[in-house]
């Protein structure tokens, strides 16, 4: 390594001292291990440098070499700081993205958690209405089955009906056989025989007894019969139609008809059930009855002065005792009583018909007790032809 060499480029001869240069050589480094890091570092500094160089002559490539380095390194910052800015203004572009992709983000929840809200809201409603509906379902099912078992109980009260009709000629009525006989005579004395023994009324033989008793049903839905087709003949006999009722006869299972809101009220004890249903029969029919007076009054059909003594219907009630059928001693006794005044104003149309038909009944009026509405005997006081 330290052979004298001769420059290559000034003639010189010289003993070559890398050691400035900053090649990593080695003392014992072969002559190839020396040249091969001499070509290294010509490809390093881009110039082709050869061994026999004297480093006058290489110290313009060293500074040839530190100028490209620096204009490297210049290259190197002028870059680095052309990034940084395009960084600080992507940055900045991505902050004010990201900043409204929060806002965004904030309103979308916004509207999303009001829309969840409306969600349920719907949801809750949607629940009620089908827990409204299975109600009604429910309530739908009973009544089906409440039709069901009130059928049944009518086809055993048909039955009961029929077999008591076959045992007693007493409330056995063919009323087709006795009209096509009335043509002389008159059809409401011959049809109805009103009567009271003790604190029952009856018509035809069917007494007016508790309600609560199965026994009595019969009688009774048999009685109200004859009361609805006395009601109706008198109507067409006087030509008197209901703004809002109409009477159907048909026997034990007569009906009278509300026109204006539809509804039919069975005029029918089958159960204890049906209770309520044939209260609100007799109502309409006492609505019906008052009509047919207030009518008769103004068209003069009412002429006897002793007219007062008609008991008086207000409501549900003649002469203050209801109609409705109730429990309790003192209501079930309060029934009886209504159904004697009713029985007392269909006589007393009777007596107007019989008036109406026959001068002889003119003057009759004042010396016939038609009922002691105060004190109950048991005789038994009828209308007779």
Not at 77 to 87: A, D, H, M, Q, R
Not at 247 to 276: A, F, H, R, V, W
Request: hydrophobic share 30%; with cysteine; proline share 2%.
């Amino acid at each position: 390594m330290s052979k004298p060499y001769k420059c290559i480029d000034c003639g010189k001869k010289f003993r070559f001292d890398y050691t400035g240069l900053g090649i990593p050589f080695k003392d014992d480094d072969t002559e190839e291990e020396f040249e091969q890091k001499i070509k290294e570092y010509n490809k390093q500094i881009g110039i082709p440098v050869r061994i026999n160089i004297c480093s006058n002559c290489l110290k313009p490539l060293k500074k040839l070499k530190d100028s490209l380095r620096n204009k490297k390194k210049d290259e190197i910052n002028t870059v680095e700081k052309t990034s940084k800015i395009y960084i600080n203004k992507l940055k900045e572009k991505f902050d004010k993205e990201d900043e409204d992709l929060k806002k965004y983000s904030v309103e979308e929840e916004e509207k999303k958690k009001k829309e969840l809200e409306e969600m349920k809201k719907l949801v809750e409603k949607n629940e009620d209405n089908l827990k409204m509906l299975l109600k009604e379902m429910e309530k739908t099912e009973q009544k089906e089955q409440n039709l069901c078992d009130e059928f049944r109980n009518l086809e055993m009260n048909v039955y009961e009906v029929e077999k008591e009709l076959s045992k007693s000629n007493d409330i056995k009525l063919d009323y087709e056989c006795k009209i096509k006989s009335f043509s002389n005579s008159n059809i409401f004395t011959e049809l109805f025989q009103i009567s009271f023994n003790g604190k029952y009324g009856e018509i035809n033989a069917c007494y007016f007894k508790d309600p609560h008793v199965t026994d009595n049903w019969n009688y009774i839905n048999g009685g109200w019969g004859y009361i609805i087709l006395l009601t109706k003949l008198l109507s067409i006999k006087y030509k008197f139609e209901s703004i809002k009722y109409d009477l159907i006869p048909i026997g034990n299972y007569s009906k009278i008809i509300d026109k204006q809101k539809k509804i039919e009220y069975e005029m029918t004890l089958c159960d204890l059930k049906s209770k309520e249903r044939f209260n609100s029969g007799m109502v309409a029919y006492l609505v019906y009855l008052d009509e047919f007076l207030n009518y008769l009054s103004k068209e003069g059909k009412i002429k006897n002065k002793n007219d007062d003594i008609c008991p008086k219907i207000v409501g549900d009630k003649i002469n203050n005792k209801t109609i409705k059928i109730e429990y309790g001693k003192e209501r079930i006794e309060d029934w009886y009583q209504a159904m004697k005044y009713l029985l007392t104003i269909l006589k007393y149309l009777i007596y107007q018909v019989m008036i109406d038909e026959n001068e002889a009944f003119k003057n009759t009026m004042d010396n016939i007790d038609i009922i002691n509405n105060t004190k109950p005997t048991n005789k038994i006081e009828e209308i007779k032809p």
